[in-house]
């Protein structure tokens, strides 16, 4: 039975702002306050779904959340009408209300952690949605990302779902953006990559000093758990904290895993050379043979590297066993990155070539190529089990485009949050959204 790694890129919701919420993520708080561009965002990562589908990789897409979220302002207190909500917010917690009009879950790589069933104890396909209890205006997104995915993945035969974990410091859970997959082909066993930026019950590990680690060890041993992993199809790994002092928010910062292949700097984590031999000898046992590719910090910076995004990149196999490295432009405007990138394609190894995309609205928030996809291992079988509505094709393309024409603004600032009728817009977009992908009611105000 064939297999598949199907990429659900995050469609770009129509609030998308600078609000500058994510301390840690350089590039979301040096853009803060500017002014953005929605429908060229939401345009800009439909190209890319539709760029990959014309290679012949599997592409689907994951709908955002209502926001501005009324629902959450309310939980702080904020009464009245929907735009009395709103004007209240906006006059007197300003914040408050960028938070709760925030478009970031367009990365989806912080939705979920998936395990295919390869791995998993019950043969079926695992999501725990990510709490995401480090910032406010994401720790917001689970129960409504709960109720996208079931709707995506409704087969209970095949598709397991588990609620987010405790939404409290010591089980802080980013989802896919720390966690890969290693395996021969995406049917088989393979290995699963959890890294972790800090230890909440065990102080022998270290922690950073100026910025948040925001994923646990205890995380990622609970979804590990809940999944049903073999202890010899998991490996823990400890990014540097050095790495996450310097913006490297996540682990697909400084590296990005794929098939039988680590791209990483040598920055990237601690005690190396342990980890590497972990993933190798694990791998071996389910018939893979693990390799690395290490960048070296006299190649690229740590600052080059988040600069440029160069490693929130996917990595996507080819037919003839190369693969191919999707980077964001940054990377070309990067001249060390861009002098690395040559000689890389140039020298034979695994990975043959590397593709350029204008994903200029989402990186200036602080979010790549990697950030605004959920990669979900499928075989044959499973895959015919997905709701075919939010699998794209050229006539959905077609449709989304044509529906973000319809809805979206083209300027949005702070000031536009304030805005009553941006609510208004949203949910009406979104309303004939579930319609187009076939996703029932999943958001609030079509539930309530």
């Not at 879950?105 to 104890?121: G, K, Q, R």
């Not at 080059?304 to 160069?310: E, I, K, Q």
């Not at 020298?347 to 590397?354: A, K, L, R, T």
């Given at each position: 039975?064939k ?13 998308h ?10 590039a ?52 009245g ?29 912080n ?22 209890n ?10 409504t ?42 049917g ?47 490996v ?21 895993g ?26 071996a ?66 990975i ?30 499973e895959l015919?089990?997905?709701?075919p ?5 050229a ?14 603004r ?39």
């Amino acid at each position: 039975m064939k297999s598949y790694e199907v990429n659900f890129d995050g469609l770009v919701g129509p609030t998308h702002n600078y609000g500058g919420l994510s301390y840690g993520n350089v590039a979301s708080q040096s853009n803060s306050q500017q002014s953005s561009n929605p429908k060229e965002a939401a345009l800009q990562g439909l190209a890319k779904m539709k760029a990959l589908m014309d290679m012949g990789f599997q592409q689907g897409v994951l709908a955002p959340q209502e926001r501005p979220d009324g629902a959450a302002l309310r939980r702080l207190g904020f009464a009245g009408s929907d735009a009395q909500v709103i004007q209240q917010a906006a006059k007197e917690a300003m914040p408050l209300l960028v938070a709760s009009c925030s478009a970031s879950s367009m990365w989806v790589a912080n939705a979920a952690t998936v395990s295919p069933s390869a791995d998993t104890a019950d043969g079926r396909v695992h999501f725990t949605a990510a709490n995401l209890n480090c910032k406010y205006h994401r720790s917001i997104e689970h129960p409504t990302t709960s109720r996208v995915l079931g709707a995506m993945f409704a087969n209970q035969q095949h598709f397991a779902h588990h609620a987010a974990l405790p939404a409290v410091a010591q089980f802080g859970d980013e989802g896919a953006a720390n966690h890969t997959r290693f395996c021969r082909t995406y049917g088989e066993a393979g290995v699963e990559f959890f890294v972790f930026g800090r230890s909440a019950f065990d102080a022998r590990f270290p922690a950073p000093q100026k910025y948040p680690a925001r994923q646990t060890l205890e995380a990622s041993q609970a979804v590990a758990r809940l999944h049903g992993l073999r202890e010899e199809g998991v490996v823990y790994a400890q990014q540097n904290p050095s790495v996450i002092d310097q913006g490297v928010f996540h682990n697909d910062v400084i590296a990005v895993g794929n098939g039988e292949v680590l791209f990483y700097h040598e920055d990237a984590f601690l005690e190396t050379d342990r980890m590497l031999a972990e993933l190798s000898s694990k791998l071996a046992k389910v018939g893979g043979k693990f390799q690395s590719v290490c960048v070296p910090r006299s190649a690229v910076t740590v600052d080059d590297a988040v600069r440029s995004y160069l490693f929130n990149s996917q990595l996507l196999s080819r037919p003839d066993g190369s693969m191919l490295l999707i980077v964001p432009q940054e990377c070309r405007g990067n001249e060390r990155v861009w002098q690395y990138l040559q000689g890389l394609t140039g020298s034979g190894g695994v990975i043959g070539e590397v593709k350029v995309f204008d994903l200029k609205q989402s990186m200036q928030n602080g979010g790549g190529p990697a950030c605004l996809r959920l990669r979900v291992a499928l075989n044959e079988t499973e895959l015919a089990a997905v709701n075919p509505g939010v699998i794209m094709t050229a006539p959905l393309y077609d449709s989304l485009t044509q529906w973000v024409e319809r809805h979206y603004r083209d300027r949005m600032t702070e000031n536009d949050l304030a805005d009553p009728q941006l609510l208004l817009e949203c949910r009406a977009a979104l309303d004939e959204l579930t319609q187009i992908l076939k996703l029932g009611a999943v958001y609030p105000f079509q539930i309530n």
